[in-house]
């Protein structure tokens, strides 16, 4: 059984700072996406990572996936409060755009 | 295009009853799927489709029937409603395999 683990599960930063968000899965798989959600919203694509050592940049926004660590990391550079929202992770192990998500990482920003 | 769109966009029901909730995009995607979505949890997939004419289980089918009889419409029913079944329910939709998906703005169905 695929488990897709993120954390930490909750995020509080300040403007300005750094800091990386991990994404852990039990299984193989190069198939890892990142997705945001605002309170109440649907969820909006951030980066689709297809192989070992992809690297996706967008904005102040940055996500890697290490295949063979079976780990994928979003890192934010000089958050904003903009920034805010939950961010989850989810893996596509069996094709067909069968998505497994972790628990999210709600991030706050503060000014 | 508009994307995918689902209706209701609110729904209470009484435990027992039935219904539909509706997806449809416009985008020509071959495969959708559906997710529910519970307080402090990510998503997770009740069934999906491939095609039309194929659907398939997901994690957590129990209750809930689908039919894909058009490329555009993924329908989801909940056959007797229950309690348990309170939550938000998303579709999605995606060109492939290893496409990115895309989400509709959900459904919130509450059941008492």
């Known amino acids: 059984e695929l488990k897709v683990e993120q954390n930490p599960l909750f995020l509080s930063m300040q403007e300005g700072k750094n800091y990386t968000i991990y994404c852990n899965y039990s299984?193989?798989?190069?198939?890892l996406y990142w997705y945001r959600q605002d309170p109440g919203k649907s969820l909006e694509s951030l980066f689709v990572?297809?192989?070992?050592?992809a690297v996706k940049q967008e904005g102040r926004l940055m996500a890697s996936l290490d295949t063979k660590a079976r780990l994928s990391t979003l890192h934010i550079t000089a958050a904003v409060h903009d920034l805010s929202a939950t961010y989850f992770c989810a893996v596509d192990m069996y094709g067909g755009s069968r998505l497994t998500f972790g628990e999210g990482t709600q991030l706050t920003v503060n000014p | 295009n508009a994307g995918v769109t689902q209706t209701p966009k609110f729904q209470v029901l009484k435990t027992g009853q039935s219904m539909t909730l509706q997806c449809a995009q416009d985008?020509?995607?071959?495969?959708m799927s559906w997710y529910r979505q519970d307080p402090g949890m990510g998503l997770r997939l009740i069934h999906y489709?491939?095609?039309?004419?194929?659907?398939d289980q997901g994690e957590v089918p129990n209750g809930y029937n689908v039919s894909r009889s058009t490329t555009e419409d993924f329908p989801l029913r909940l056959l007797s409603a229950a309690p348990s079944q309170t939550s938000v329910y998303f579709c999605?939709?995606?060109?492939?395999?290893?496409?990115?998906?895309?989400f509709g703005p959900g459904t919130r169905l509450t059941v008492l």
């Open positions: 999605a939709s995606s060109v492939g395999t290893s496409a990115e998906q895309f």
């Open positions: 985008m020509n995607h071959e495969y």
């Open positions: 489709s491939v095609g039309a004419g194929i659907t």
């Open positions: 299984t193989t798989s190069d198939r």
């Open positions: 990572l297809l192989s070992n050592g």
